[in-house]
């Protein structure tokens, strides 16, 4: 009886040590697992994060693109542009013209009193429509200031009539003319520079539209 007795409790521990095992893994596997899960939740949170920064980052990015607005406007400066090409077209066609008067006279088709007018008006014409441009160049047709109200953009006509675009700081503009309105026969007032005395924009405030009034003068005066 003492040595059946004796080997049942002796079962019975190996019994209770085995369960005891088996309790103390599957905790260890249920810590492990939750750890697990965690670091999982943690590395899917940061991807997210990490994301959503990327795209606040372009984001902002295009948001640092400059905006425009305008504030004023010319609608003649079409017509500005036309005419200040008109000396480019007189130009070409006088030097097709002389050439070929020349080529006739040859042949005795045309006197060369012809040749001597053709070549009078070709080059009259050129001389007065190239003064004339001289009063139309830099004539401004658009004036944008950015979103940040410390540059302008202004938007004129060149020599050539081509549109070109020029970036000007707000203190860099002159605006002692804003004193003197224009007349009738003051058409334009000039935008100066302080940087630059050579550079000057003509500006039409008879013929031009003003969009945005108030900016307009808290920029250039009343």
Known sequence: MSLSLLIRTNALGKSLLTISKQLQFSNTYSTYGSTALLAQSFTCKSTFGSLNYTTTATTSNKAATPQWTTIYRLPLIRLAAGFQRLKIYQGVLTA???????????????????????????????????????????VVGFIYINDELNKVKVAYVDFWGKRTDA??????????????????????????????????????????????????????GE
């Not at 026969?185 to 539209?209: A, P, W």
């Open 96 to 138: 097709l013209a002389l050439p070929i008067s020349f080529t006739l006279t040859e042949f005795g088709t045309i006197s060369p009193n012809s040749v001597a007018i053709v070549g009078a008006i070709g080059v009259s014409g050129l001389v007065t429509l190239t003064l004339f441009s001289l009063l139309i160049r830099n």
């Open 167 to 220: 970036i000007i700081d707000i203190n860099d503009l002159d605006v002692e003319w804003a004193k003197a309105r224009p007349t009738a026969f003051n058409l334009y007032q000039k935008i100066r520079l302080y940087s630059d005395d050579t550079k000057s924009f003509k500006l039409l405030l008879n013929y031009g539209v003003i969009v945005e009034p108030e900016t307009f003068c808290g920029i250039f």
